[in-house]
């Protein structure tokens, strides 16, 4: 069984109130120089081997459901175990 990572993050352009506000937090406990965006991840479990056309059903997936890829990116990785 192989994982599969999938990374989804705000576009730099989209305002990220979240991140916004944990930076802002960072910096009032003394953390300075920290500015931080929020994003999700999911993992995801592969039955089987992990050929090249299981990660693109994977990509498709991510691009379908798991990002709103109007003001969302996503990366695919597989996570090395």
């Keep these: 069984m192989a994982r599969v990572i999938v990374d989804v993050m705000p576009k730099p352009e989209i305002l990220d109130p979240q991140g916004k506000a944990v930076t802002g937090a960072l910096k009032r ?3 300075e120089g920290l500015t931080v965006r929020q994003g999700k991840r999911f993992e995801v479990e592969v ?8 990660l693109d059903q994977v990509r498709e997936a991510a691009e ?6 109007v003001i969302e990116a996503f990366d695919v990785r597989v996570e090395q175990q």
């Design 47 to 54: 039955d089987g081997e992990l050929t090249g056309e299981r």
């Design 64 to 69: 379908k459901l798991l990002a709103n890829t």
């Design 29 to 31: 406990l003394g953390f």
